[in-house]
């Protein structure tokens, strides 16, 4: 998709602190942190929404939320974390490209009110 930034990540475009990649998605860390880990996990392939996916878009998000746990040591969540998927404006979110923030850490940011 033209003039998403990570669309461009993913392309090589734009360079990213790339944690993990496979055919389905891409772990990066995240360029301005909210928890002392912040990651997001992107799935290769161009949607905003849950409410906007195909199957196979929802199998790339499942992959996702499966892999996520595998990468417990590289991407230090072996004390919890907590995963965001904000949705739409009025959640925040400023990039139209789904992906799932992963934070854990100190200073966590995004406390459920
Ligand atoms: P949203 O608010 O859309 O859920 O989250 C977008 C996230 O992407 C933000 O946490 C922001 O810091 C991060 N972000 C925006 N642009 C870039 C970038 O160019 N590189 C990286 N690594 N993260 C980015
Ligand atoms: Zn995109």
New binding site residues.
Partial sequence: MENC??C??IAGE?P??KMYEDDDMII???????AKN?F?CIPKTHFKLLADMTEKEAEQVKRCLKKIPELKELLQLENGYRL???QGDD??????HL?I?ILSGQKMGWQPA
């Fill in positions: 930034i990570f461009k990540i734009i990213a602190t990066i860390r995240d360029i301005e942190p909210k912040h997001l965001v998927i904000n959640a925040g979110q400023t990039v139209f992906h923030h």
